[in-house]
């Protein structure tokens, strides 16, 4: 039987990165190809202790139905922390909780974008947002990442010619996959050019916590006075992305129409994640949690980027020095001759899996001279061993 | 500022259950209105114990980023019980693990239906699923429903008549609001009319295992030889809904892109919830768990029955008598003179809340003369409140 298949998901693919995921689960392969946290960087204990507890103390809580905006502990929880600590938040502005910070991503498109509208992003760009923009039809624009940020001067030209932009997409921290940060000086230019063009922007913030060196950056969030940032966090990389916790932190009145769609999706996001998540928050030392967490990453990073300037510089590879986040960007010389994706089949072949640039970008089929390298996943030993096969890789064929 | 919305959310309300649910959070007002499991059919215990050995055990498993079809094992136990016990899923089907029964829904939308394509659902149905519909702007074409499913002529008209059918949404069994199980024959002169007219078929089973009376009737998944039937069932009142968990069981063709959706909604369930569901189904007594929650909805719904023949029957009111599910539909006599919105609206200022019929249809303009009574959520006390008040304002109305 030929079954219909809409127009808007007619065209979607499956992730590429969970298409390569598939190769990481053959244990021979060593992979460098995911985004998930260091396991030990999970507060197993602590979350065994708070499960017990709640469901001792309020198991009907936890197992009946709960309000679509989210557990009101929790929301506070956020709201206070980010309110205090980030300046991010204002009377205009409220709180809900999501599925993970992918179904912002969702509910603001679905909210805010009809079929054929644009949506304006970074390009390269994280590859689950862009398929879930195109998962309604969006005409997706991609700007130039520079070491800095996007090409301002591309992103008002796009936002002079390109048609109903809806938002700019913009992860500001550690970007996935480049590992850049939007410089301040740009974070208020792209402010200024959304308020100027009468856009929103969508604010995608998972890695900002993990910070590992350098000074901090206010979000495009905290410097929104006329109401035009939705931001979006996540609990995956802090606490457990297993528990699918995210939030948006949004104009009210956008936030209402992404509240109907929520009760449409999955009417709302589990009890038990989010009564851990907020005892999390407020009985234990969640700061000092998230200290704990840069600690393992800055030494992951560091021993990861070790490895790169003694294994990919000689072969020609540079990468970007990164400052947080979870990946590493590394790019071939410019006259290399090979297609990223021959380079990284060729490495899996080899077993070991790095994610190809071109993923990345609006349009799959683009050139890139980049792969992505995940270092939070791999034990020290797999680093090693993937670092150096994709170094007599690059060896053999730069 | 004037936020952009989308087409297909503009004209999208909040559902007026959810609302109305509002009046319930009054401790003062009895609702009859929700729709939730009775507190005590939660096995609290057993999700304690099973919790803490998986938090114990495999607490890595439990917090890391799990697969889009969902948790194997989980996917197994749901498989073999529907396989070997009703007769659901051949080898051109497979199963996917949803965020509650309602992404199912969603998923099959997104996936199949262009705005303005036509959702076939029966006359009243489910207003949760009707939004869901409605969030992708598909045109909702409702049958009547009779005591024994829908109006097959009117059926067949509407495949005939109507543009773009994607599929028919159907619950077959104690359907909510109105109670009704369709008739084998009806079951199957609607899986006839879908071949016969190439449209799919969306069976929606949330309450197939609370039948208190009467015999079972084959699923229309059960007698699905074509590859024509999606099958939707839910944890959420058999186990817990505060765990979101549902499941679509389906051609592998229309699954692989219902799951292709769900990546970009919220990339996979929650992890807990799916072990301690495929604990809980294997490794307890999971037969003896429903036989003990058919027991307090037999004795729920047996008392509420005679609350009705005492209070409202002598008003006029008459109901029709259930053989399981959640919910008891009421009607007015037809001559009342008196809009349900007005009657409800009624009954929620002298502190008891009913759901008007109207809340059901596919134009919520559309006149009712029916109001739906829950059952499982009340206290015998709430209940007999309730239902008094309503008898006496019924006394005065009609």
Avoid at 3 to 27: G, T
Avoid at 142 to 152: A, V
Wanted: glycine share 8%; aromatic share 8%; proline share 5%.
């Amino acid at each position: 039987m030929d079954y219909y298949v809409s127009d808007r998901v007619k065209n979607l693919k499956p992730s590429a990165i969970r298409e390569i995921f598939k190769y990481a689960a053959d244990p021979s392969v060593v992979s460098l190809s995911a985004g998930n946290p260091a396991p030990e960087a999970f507060p197993a204990k602590a979350v065994s202790e708070i499960s017990a507890r709640i469901l001792s103390e309020e198991p009907t809580a936890a197992l009946q139905y709960g309000v679509t905006e989210g557990y009101a502990p929790l929301r506070k929880a956020v709201w206070d922390r980010l309110s205090s600590k980030y300046g991010i938040g204002t009377e205009n502005d409220d709180i809900l909780i999501t599925s993970g910070a992918q179904q912002v991503m969702d509910l603001l498109t679905k909210s805010t974008v009809n079929e054929g509208d644009t949506v304006i992003c970074e390009a390269p760009s994280f590859i689950g947002s862009l398929n879930t923009f195109r998962s309604y039809n969006a005409h997706l624009c991609g700007i130039p990442l520079e070491e800095d940020g996007m090409d301002i001067a591309a992103l008002e030209e796009a936002l002079q010619t390109e048609k109903n932009v809806r938002f700019i997409y913009i992860i500001s921290n550690f970007q996935n996959p480049s590992g850049v940060t939007t410089s301040l000086e740009k974070r208020k230019a792209i402010y200024e050019l959304a308020k100027r063009y009468g856009t929103l922007i969508l604010e995608d913030d998972p890695y900002g916590e993990l910070r590992i060196s350098g000074e901090s950056i206010p979000s495009i969030k905290s410097i929104d006075k006329d109401g035009i940032v939705v931001y979006a966090g996540s609990f995956s990389k802090v606490l457990s992305p297993g528990m699918r916790l995210g939030y948006a932190i949004a104009p009210k009145q956008v936030l209402q129409k992404m509240i109907v769609c929520k009760q449409g999706e999955d009417v709302h996001s589990v009890c038990w994640s989010q009564m851990v998540a907020a005892r999390f928050m407020t009985e234990y030392d969640f700061e000092g949690h998230l200290a704990m967490l840069r600690e393992i990453y800055r030494k992951k990073a560091a021993f990861c980027m070790e490895l790169l300037d003694k294994y990919l510089v000689p072969a020609g590879i540079t990468y970007h020095k990164i400052e947080g986040g979870l990946f590493i960007w590394c790019r071939l010389p410019e006259n290399a001759g090979i297609s990223m994706t021959d380079f990284c089949r060729e490495a899996v072949l080899r077993k070991v899996c790095v994610v190809p640039g071109n993923a990345f970008l609006t349009d799959e089929n683009e050139q890139s001279s980049s792969f992505r390298i995940n270092f939070s996943t791999p034990t020290d030993e797999q680093l090693e061993k993937g670092i150096k096969i994709l170094g007599e890789l690059a060896g053999e064929v730069l």
